[in-house]
């Protein structure tokens, strides 16, 4: 069965730091999305994809985030300067079209942990 | 704006007894619902979903009414396992342009044999 995959699956940084989390979606999917939930918190939706630009942003997502699809397989989140605040789970997702354009499938996470 | 609660927990039940935990909702417009599940160590996993009132989703022995009445989407099963442990989220979609999952707390349920 189709699953999104999610590299690392725990990342240490420094803060102040870069960070790259890495996605690879369902293959026939077309839309992307970063959700994030900080320990104890509810998940947190990020930015949506679909078509080389971002759709939607919450407010969580600020210049130090961006996103992006490199080639025709993988969905990267970066965090340019991180801080304490951004340790959390992040998921990534994606979805397809028609029917199953609202149906969600989400990555097992990558835990980031800022020092 | 638009949100989702959910009973708090933890649940612990006995094997085989049944299981509800709620779910009500704030919306504008004719939101999709959904119940994701995440099994310890995991990501989410949709487990169902209702996109207009009266629909009923069901998966694996769960179900889920959509009530536009009483704005609730509230997640059952009759016979629950140790397997189900887990932590249950509601969420909605507004759908359309908005393609955006706004997720409940989360339930965390506990199965004892």
């Known amino acids: 069965e189709p699953e999104v995959t999610q590299t690392p699956s725990h990342q240490v940084t420094q803060m102040g730091q870069e960070v790259i989390l890495r996605c690879v979606p369902i293959?026939?999917?077309?839309?992307f999305y970063w959700y994030r939930q900080i320990l104890g918190q509810k998940v947190e939706f990020l930015v949506s994809?679909?078509?080389?630009?971002?759709?939607?942003k919450s407010e969580i997502f600020d210049d130090q985030f961006s996103v992006e699809r490199p080639d025709g397989s993988n969905f990267t989140l970066k965090i340019r300067s991180t801080k304490l605040e951004d340790s959390a789970m992040y998921f990534c997702?994606?979805?397809?079209?028609?029917?199953?354009?609202?149906?969600?499938?989400f990555g097992p996470g990558t835990r980031l942990t800022v020092l | 704006g638009d949100s989702v609660t959910q009973m708090e927990g933890p649940v612990t039940l006995s094997e085989e007894a049944f299981l509800t935990i709620n779910c009500t909702y704030t919306?504008?417009?004719?939101?999709?619902l959904f119940w994701y599940v995440q099994y310890p160590g995991e990501g989410l996993q949709l487990l169902l979903k209702a996109t207009k009132a009266d629909d009923k989703g069901s998966n694996k022995g769960f179900e889920a009414t959509y009530r536009k009445e009483t704005t609730s989407f509230h997640l059952e099963k009759g016979s629950v396992q140790v397997s189900d442990s887990a932590v249950y989220f509601c969420?909605?979609?507004?759908?359309?342009?908005?393609?955006?999952?706004?997720f409940g707390t989360g339930t965390l349920l506990a199965v004892q044999p």
């Open positions: 994809f679909y078509n080389n630009e971002i759709s939607e």
């Open positions: 919306a504008t417009g004719y939101p999709s």
């Open positions: 293959s026939n999917h077309l839309y």
């Open positions: 997702a994606s979805s397809g079209q028609g029917s199953s354009y609202n149906e969600q499938f």
């Open positions: 969420a909605l979609s507004g759908g359309g342009a908005t393609n955006k999952l706004i």
